[in-house]
Structure formats: structure tokens, C-alpha cells
């Protein structure tokens, strides 16, 4: 896909997610939403469906041409797809924590070419287009500078099907190295703070492609070192990310990926 086209895409998806955001911020602000559970701390509002709807539609109006696929009514993949969370944060969201977004990316051909992240509470949207780099409200943003482990801060991701134990030690072998940890209860904006320079990277074990096909178009537009995530099981099972800079994604990694 040509950059012309992904930026006129880009400036309706962030009409669309602007007008979504504001009014899921009124709900939540007013605490006017219903809550059930779909596993154990897997939680869901009437809130995220009714967003979902809300995108689903103003996105086949604008682009008919393009499949959609979100985290609570589904869909199809194709060549060019939506994958869309409407609130990534859910648990944050329905406990009136002020940390929550709406996450749309753009796959072409089962990769991600642009992402937009809006965060209604901040009042920022975060973009990235392959190819044109990455915006906070307009300006450019780049992932943080090559700094020691010692002086790092990694985003950590984590939910019931992850490895509890491995999670653990992870932290363990953060701490024993000074590097500090950010545990926040959204994927996409630990993607987001990661592409921004907020923390120096992300690591979460299992996550869905919802919650980060538009984080790693801005994370990679944003100069982030990005692992492989897109394995043919991610939208069943889901899998492993992790951003960073160049300078430390080996060392995260290696810190990662350890037994």
C-alpha cells in the first residue's frame, strides 16, 4: 500500500476513534456501563460491544473495501483488515481507572501498516504509518535512546493464561539487573508509552492481536526493534511481543526468553 492512501486512512480512522473515545469517556465518567465476565479476570462492558458496533460501522462506510476483525463479535481476515479492540483496558475501565484506550491497526497481507491509539482520558492519539514514522498528537515520536539495563524501565503485560512462575522470575531478573517494571493493564498503551519513549520497551507473554496491531505499527514506525508476533496461531491462542530499542531489545530479550 502506497502512503497516500494509509494517510487518508489514517485521518478517518482518527475522526472515527476521536468521536467513539469522547463518548466512552462520558460513560465511564458517569460509571453508566454493565460488566459481565467472560473468564477469570477477563472482564467485559456493555461499553466495549457497543463501541465495537460503533467502529465496525463507520469503518465499512468509509472503507467497504476493507475486512474488519474485533475482540468481541469477530470477524475475517483477509488481505486488508480492521483488527480493532474498542476498550484494551477493560479491567482499568469498569474500576474507574483512568487508564484505557481504543486500538485500531491496519493489516495488509497478515502485516501491520498502521495503527491509531486513542486515549480519551490524556486526550492523545498515538499513529503510525509504515513507511512515515510515528505522531503523539501530531509530533513525531521515536523510542527512547540506547540507555544500560540498570537504567531502564520495561512495560510488562500480564493475564491468566500466561506462565505465572516465568512471569515471576522475570521480574526477579529485572530487579536483580535495577532495571524497573511498569505494570499498567493495557497492552496498546504499554506499546504506545514504549513507541513514545516512556519506557524503553514491552514484553508481555501471551496477548491477542486485537490488543496489538496497532501498537506494533507505531512501535515499528517509531523506530522499535519488534519481535515476530504474527504466527498462524496468534488469533486463537494469541502470543509474544516485545518492543525496544535497538540498543536493548537483546537484553530484554534474553531476560525474556530465559527458563
Not at 465476565?37 to 472503507?63: H, I, M, P, W, Y
Not at 527512547?144 to 493475564?159: D, I, K, V, Y
Request: hydrophobic share 45%.
Amino acid at each position: 500500500m502506497d502512503v497516500t492512501d494509509l494517510k487518508r486512512r489514517l485521518d478517518v480512522v482518527e475522526a472515527t476513534l476521536a468521536e467513539a473515545g469522547q463518548a466512552a469517556l462520558i460513560r465511564f465518567r458517569a460509571r453508566d456501563y454493565e460488566v459481565n465476565a467472560k473468564g477469570r479476570q477477563d472482564l467485559v462492558s456493555d461499553v466495549d460491544r457497543e463501541t465495537e458496533t460503533a467502529l465496525r460501522e463507520a469503518l465499512a462506510r468509509a472503507f467497504p473495501d476493507t475486512g474488519f476483525y474485533g475482540e468481541e463479535s469477530g470477524g475475517a481476515v483477509g488481505d486488508l483488515t480492521w483488527v480493532v479492540d474498542p476498550i484494551d483496558g477493560t479491567s482499568n475501565f469498569v474500576r474507574g481507572v483512568p487508564h484505557w484506550c481504543l486500538s485500531v491497526g491496519l493489516l495488509h497481507r497478515g502485516r501491520p501498516v498502521l495503527g491509531v491509539i486513542r486515549d480519551p482520558n490524556m486526550n492523545e492519539t498515538f499513529t503510525g504509518i509504515a513507511g512515515a514514522g510515528a505522531r503523539l498528537n501530531g509530533q513525531p515520536i521515536r523510542v527512547s535512546a540506547g540507555r544500560p539495563l540498570s537504567e531502564a524501565t520495561l512495560g510488562l503485560g500480564f493475564n491468566l493464561q500466561s506462565d505465572r512462575v516465568r512471569h515471576a522470575a522475570l521480574i526477579g531478573r529485572l530487579l536483580a539487573r535495577d532495571c524497573l517494571y511498569r505494570f499498567m493493564g493495557s497492552g496498546a498503551l504499554g506499546l504506545a508509552w514504549a513507541a513514545a519513549g516512556r519506557t524503553d520497551g514491552f514484553w508481555e507473554e501471551r496477548i491477542m492481536p486485537w490488543d496489538v496491531a496497532a501498537g506494533l505499527a507505531i512501535a515499528e514506525a517509531a523506530g522499535a526493534c519488534v519481535s515476530d508476533y504474527w504466527s498462524p496461531e496468534c488469533w486463537a491462542v494469541g502470543n509474544s511481543v516485545l518492543v525496544a530499542s535497538s540498543g536493548l531489545a537483546p537484553a530484554f530479550a534474553e531476560l525474556a526468553c530465559s527458563s
